[in-house]
């Protein structure tokens, strides 16, 4: 098997109808559909290194892979991960990206909401939406097959071995879908239930439209955690969140990692910028290696806090506490693209 892969893209277009599903306008109205248009990227063998490459041929060596449904943040797109899912890809991991509806760089340009705050928090709430989005695109890859190109990618994608990813505001999809007791129903709605979720950035939702959110809570079934959250985050509300979230679920979870990155800002170790970006890199893949048993025999616990620890940058644990992150100076922003 290759020690590394090229990365094939394709994009599908996929819109979800039917009673209750709608996107939000910038005034807050409902709007009938979902255009939920996804990024897949996948191993091929027939790319250019260091780039992607359209419909290449999917690499079938080794396969089928693995796979990583990643939820983009707020006014992000999956585009500007790129190096991040890039190097999944790297690692012989396909990863699913949908591209939000009203969270999307693209539909806050078009909405307004870069100029009007009113306009970007109703985009914004549109995130209680997305964990209802990421069973639909699960339900979609079941079913790839039928699609004009999907017929190339079905051989490839192991779907017994699914993953949920997020950044942002896509963590805190990713990481209520799976531990919220509020969204147990739409859970419950996954065609597989994944074995790891990475929340990047992220922590609990304390709201949920016509809901009651509850404390997250996890027992063995659940899946295996791993979070990435930095000490100096100024753009969530407070970076004790995260740790707040990781508290109230490690008891019940057998496989869980925190990763502490010590002075970075709240975008940048996702987007390549050094130091942060190697360490996430290297933390996540194993992380992903070892739960959806790709490559994994020489893996263990051990080896997710050594490829998360690097003095001065980064401090990997299974457990926290109150003192697991002390206060420290926060970078003001989220990073968002302009």
Not at 227 to 245: E, I
Not at 284 to 299: C, D, K, N, Q, Y
Not at 321 to 329: D, G, K, L, S, V
Request: with cysteine; hydrophobic share 40%; proline share 8%.
């Amino acid at each position: 098997m290759p020690t590394s892969f090229d990365v094939g893209i394709h994009t599908f277009d996929w819109k979800e109808t039917g009673p209750g599903v709608f996107h939000v306008g910038p005034t807050g109205q409902q709007l009938p559909g979902r255009v939920l248009t996804t990024e897949v990227r996948y191993p091929t063998l027939a790319g250019s290194a260091g780039s992607e490459t359209v419909n290449a041929k999917p690499a079938t060596v080794g396969g089928p892979y693995p796979v990583i449904v990643f939820a983009h943040g707020f006014d992000t797109e999956p585009v500007d991960y790129q190096a991040l899912l890039d190097s999944w890809v790297n690692a012989g991991f396909v990863v699913v990206s949908p591209i939000f509806p009203d969270e999307s760089l693209g539909a806050v340009d078009a909405d307004g909401g870069r100029d009007d705050t009113t306009i970007a928090d109703t985009l914004e709430n549109d995130a209680y939406n997305e964990p209802a989005d990421i069973v639909y695109v699960l339900k979609q890859l079941q079913t790839i097959g039928s699609e004009p190109w999907g017929a190339n990618l079905k051989p490839v994608l192991d779907l017994s071995e699914v993953a949920l990813a997020g950044q942002s505001d896509g963590a805190n999809v990713v990481g209520a879908l799976a531990y919220a007791p509020g969204l147990a129903s739409i859970y419950a709605e996954l065609p597989i239930a994944p074995k790891a979720v990475a929340v990047l950035s992220g922590y609990a939702w304390s709201y949920l439209p016509g809901k009651t959110i509850g404390t997250y809570r996890a027992t063995a079934a659940s899946p295996a955690l791993l979070q990435v959250q930095s000490d100096a985050d100024g753009c969530v509300p407070s970076p004790r969140l995260a740790v707040d979230m990781f508290a109230s679920l490690q008891t019940g979870l057998t496989s869980k990692w925190f990763v502490t990155l010590l002075g970075a800002d709240h975008l940048g170790p996702y987007q390549s910028v050094p130091p942060y970006a190697s360490i996430v890199d290297a933390v996540t893949t194993s992380f992903f290696e070892l739960e959806l048993h790709w490559r994994s025999s020489a893996l263990s616990s051990a080896s997710i806090e050594e490829a998360g620890t690097v003095s001065g940058k980064a401090v990997t644990t299974t457990t926290v506490n109150e003192t697991t992150m002390p206060q420290a100076t926060l970078i003001p922003g989220c990073g968002i693209p302009s």
